[in-house]
């Protein structure tokens, strides 16, 4: 049996390569997907918005990965069936559902993306596409719980921040093994608890609800950090004891996630902090704290510096996630240090593909005739300013826009970018604009090397389709000239 299993798992990549799958979905399915005998609970690490208290606090948000746990409902749990990729559970101050619920739970490719495939990722982000997403939701999967016109119509019920994450910020997710056991026990917990909001900023917040999740898995595993948070459990705290609790338990397994902000015209996010991290580093803060508070100002920096400090992405740096070696086995892995540079990228590799995209940035202006990368870099705003995106059956997006006074059609799914109906010239600079995105922003906010490798093939192809279909049109052109050279010449 074993034998039979192991040779299944020495296929089953190979198929996939050889049918096209592209080598980081096969990562993303690898390290997310939930096979029988193992799976994985992580706490999710949002990064902080600029909007409401969160600008002001910089605490972003707290949740719970699942990997063998998926919604029955959003308020109801089980177990994964085949081919489901796990759950994420969250709490916030206010669902906004037309009952006053504590939690909810969604599947992770609709929380990290809005939709079920990730195949169907968005590669553009804006707020039109997201509420697209939002209200496909709904009436998917929310329709028995959000039928008033406050819940379905208004954009404050906080159930839409559960809809393409990351879209309006950058996602880290600290993951460790779990049991069959732990799982149908947790599972069992909340089915039978009554879920009802009793949401408190100071002792119930989205942080505390993570604790709860990941205490009941392996006890005093996260914790509050009373000095750095001033009393209140923030999601930094989790996130740092529950890492701190894996590396002491090696056989847990730790390793990191991270979904980067998608690229387009919403506000990107920014590094989580804890409180007296924000004090000490934000200078609203810290110039009238040197002022007014100037002799409690090196206790506060103290506490941070001895006991606060703590990089999500230093940690995903240190603890890659990716497949096994032996395939098949969708558990994920912390990886050698030669193959982490594979994953996360080196400050080489970052150069070199600067370079390569400064000389293809210079082809295209050269092309089309164009003496800045200004019209370029204002791609993202004048596509959503002028286009109107859609959703088709699949759940893949388009964007019909206006472009030299005609109306064009380009797919906004990395499913769709280069399909046939997808015009070749937009995709081609809107993938342009993108990778300009990435290579331009810092560590937090960009995609992880093995993914944007993934872009720049894409990129490339696009830039081929593009070619062609111009050298086409330049050959018809050409014999159009011919020809009517020929008319003439017969007269």
Same mark, same amino acid.
């Given at each position: 049996?074993?034998?039979?299993?192991?040779?299944?798992?020495?296929?089953?990549?190979?198929?996939?390569?050889?049918?096209?799958?592209?080598?980081?979905?096969?990562?993303?399915?690898?390290?997310?997907?939930?096979?029988?005998?193992?799976?994985?609970?992580?706490?999710?690490?949002?990064?902080?918005?600029?909007?409401?208290?969160?600008?002001?606090?910089?605490?972003?948000?707290?949740?719970?990965?699942?990997?063998?746990?998926?919604?029955?409902?959003?308020?109801?749990?089980?177990?994964?069936?085949?081919?489901?990729?796990?759950?994420?559970?969250?709490?916030?101050?206010?669902?906004?559902?037309?009952?006053?619920?504590?939690? *909810?739970?969604?599947?992770? &490719?609709?929380?990290?993306?809005?939709?079920? =495939?990730?195949?169907? @990722?968005? $590669?553009?982000?804006? %707020?039109?596409?997201?509420?697209?997403?939002?209200?496909?939701?709904?009436?998917?999967?929310?329709?028995?719980?959000?039928?008033?016109?406050?819940?379905?119509?208004?954009?404050?019920?906080?159930?839409?921040?559960?809809?393409?994450?990351?879209?309006?910020?950058?996602?880290?997710?600290?993951?460790?093994?779990?049991?069959?056991?732990?799982?149908?026990?947790?599972?069992?917990?909340?089915?039978?608890?009554? *879920?009802?909001?009793?949401? &408190?900023?100071?002792?119930?917040?989205?942080? =505390?609800?993570?604790? @709860?999740? $990941?205490?009941?898995? %392996?006890?005093?595993?996260?914790?509050?950090?009373?000095?750095?948070?001033?009393?209140?459990?923030?999601?930094?705290?989790?996130?740092?004891?529950?890492?701190?609790?894996?590396?002491?338990?090696?056989?847990?397994?730790?390793?990191?996630?991270?979904?980067?902000?998608?690229?387009?015209?919403?506000?990107?996010?920014?590094?989580?902090?804890?409180?007296?991290?924000?004090?000490?580093?934000?200078?609203?803060?810290?110039?009238?704290?040197?002022?007014?508070?100037?002799?409690?100002?090196?206790?506060?920096?103290?506490?941070?510096?001895?006991?606060?400090?703590?990089?999500?992405?230093?940690?995903?740096?240190?603890?890659?996630?990716?497949?096994?070696?032996?395939?098949?086995?969708?558990?994920?892995?912390?990886?050698?240090?030669?193959?982490?540079?594979?994953?996360?990228?080196?400050?080489?590799?970052?150069?070199?593909?600067?370079?390569?995209?400064?000389?293809?940035?210079?082809?295209?202006?050269?092309?089309?005739?164009?003496?800045?990368?200004?019209?370029?870099?204002?791609?993202?705003?004048?596509?959503?300013?002028?286009?109107?995106?859609?959703?088709?059956?699949?759940?893949?997006?388009?964007?019909?826009?206006?472009?030299?006074?005609?109306?064009?059609?380009?797919?906004?799914?990395?499913?769709?970018?280069?399909?046939?109906?997808?015009?070749?010239?937009?995709?081609?600079?809107?993938?342009?604009?993108?990778?300009?995105?990435?290579?331009?922003?810092?560590?937090?906010?960009?995609?992880?090397?093995?993914?944007?490798?993934?872009?720049?093939?894409?990129?490339?192809?696009?830039?081929?389709?593009?070619?062609?279909?111009?050298?086409?049109?330049?050959?018809?052109?050409?014999?159009?000239?011919?020809?009517?050279?020929?008319?003439?010449?017969?007269?």
């Amino acid at each position: 049996m074993r034998k039979t299993v192991h040779i299944a798992r020495e296929l089953v990549p190979k198929i996939l390569v050889t049918i096209g799958v592209p080598s980081f979905l096969l990562f993303l399915l690898a390290g997310l997907a939930s096979p029988l005998a193992h799976a994985d609970v992580g706490v999710v690490l949002n990064e902080s918005m600029d909007s409401s208290i969160d600008r002001i606090t910089g605490t972003g948000h707290s949740a719970v990965y699942f990997s063998r746990i998926c919604p029955e409902s959003p308020v109801k749990l089980r177990l994964c069936g085949p081919g489901e990729h796990g759950s994420v559970i969250s709490n916030y101050i206010n669902i906004g559902e037309d009952q006053s619920f504590e939690w *909810n739970i969604v599947p992770l &490719n609709i929380y990290l993306y809005g939709v079920e =495939d990730v195949r169907d @990722r968005p $590669i553009f982000a804006s %707020f039109k596409v997201k509420h697209l997403l939002e209200e496909r939701y709904r009436k998917d999967y929310l329709s028995a719980y959000c039928a008033s016109a406050a819940c379905a119509t208004s954009f404050k019920p906080e159930w839409r921040e559960m809809v393409a994450a990351t879209f309006i910020r950058s996602v880290y997710i600290f993951v460790v093994d779990t049991s069959v056991e732990q799982d149908k026990e947790l599972i069992t917990e909340f089915n039978d608890s009554v *879920n009802k909001n009793r949401f &408190n900023g100071f002792t119930r917040n989205c942080a =505390d609800f993570t604790q @709860r999740v $990941i205490n009941s898995y %392996f006890p005093h595993a996260a914790r509050t950090d009373y000095i750095n948070d001033f009393g209140m459990t923030s999601p930094k705290a989790v996130a740092r004891s529950f890492t701190h609790y894996a590396l002491r338990h090696p056989e847990l397994n730790l390793r990191v996630l991270h979904f980067s902000q998608v690229p387009g015209t919403i506000k990107r996010s920014r590094e989580v902090r804890a409180g007296t991290e924000q004090l000490v580093r934000s200078k609203k803060f810290l110039i009238p704290m040197a002022i007014f508070a100037y002799y409690e100002l090196p206790a506060v920096a103290g506490s941070y510096l001895l006991t606060g400090r703590f990089n999500p992405h230093r940690e995903f740096e240190k603890h890659p996630a990716v497949k096994k070696d032996s395939a098949g086995d969708n558990q994920v892995k912390v990886v050698s240090l030669d193959e982490r540079a594979q994953v996360v990228g080196t400050s080489r590799d970052w150069k070199a593909y600067r370079k390569m995209f400064d000389d293809t940035v210079d082809k295209h202006l050269r092309d089309e005739g164009i003496d800045s990368r200004q019209e370029l870099n204002r791609l993202f705003k004048h596509l959503d300013e002028t286009g109107t995106p859609s959703i088709d059956e699949n759940g893949a997006i388009w964007m019909q826009a206006s472009e030299n006074g005609r109306t064009i059609k380009v797919g906004l799914s990395a499913s769709t970018i280069l399909a046939e109906d997808s015009d070749p010239q937009m995709a081609h600079e809107l993938l342009l604009a993108r990778i300009a995105h990435v290579l331009k922003s810092p560590k937090h906010s960009r995609e992880p090397l093995l993914e944007f490798q993934q872009d720049w093939s894409t990129l490339q192809r696009a830039a081929a389709k593009r070619d062609l279909i111009l050298a086409r049109n330049a050959t018809s052109g050409t014999e159009q000239r011919d020809s009517s050279q020929t008319v003439s010449d017969d007269d």
